[in-house]
């Protein structure tokens, strides 16, 4: 459950910072890093009502690439200097946190099957 309450107060950040970028007229990146941020916990989850241990792991690994492609974003959003560096200092740890969780996640998945 760590991780589901981990991706949803993520997804939440990821939607104030949405519309933070919405303000500064940033919407067409933000819209990107609303998609995969929000997507995380999403497949996170699907993965807690998964059929089998498989679909657990698809679900994870899912979550993971979504965890992976925000934080791509997040960092183009940074380099190319729409947001500063304290904005981006607020959200990006908190995904990588959630990607480092969603690997272990996905390791110990993989050794039980």
């Not at 950040?13 to 919407?27: D, V």
């Not at 989850?45 to 994870?60: G, H, I, P, V, W």
């Amino acid at each position: 459950m760590f991780i589901w309450e981990k991706s949803k107060t993520f997804a939440v950040r990821i939607i104030r910072f949405y519309n933070y970028l919405k303000e500064s007229n940033q919407h067409t990146l933000g819209k990107q890093v609303l998609r995969s941020g929000t997507f995380i916990g999403a497949n996170v989850s699907e993965a807690t009502n998964a059929q089998s241990d498989r679909d657990f792991l698809l679900k994870l690994n899912i979550a993971l690439k979504e965890c992976s492609e925000t934080k791509y974003w997040l960092e183009i959003l940074y380099e190319s200097d729409t947001v500063d560096k304290a904005v981006f200092d607020s959200i990006y740890p908190d995904c990588v946190e959630l990607e480092k969780l969603l690997t272990c996640a996905v390791k110990t998945t993989k050794a039980k099957l």
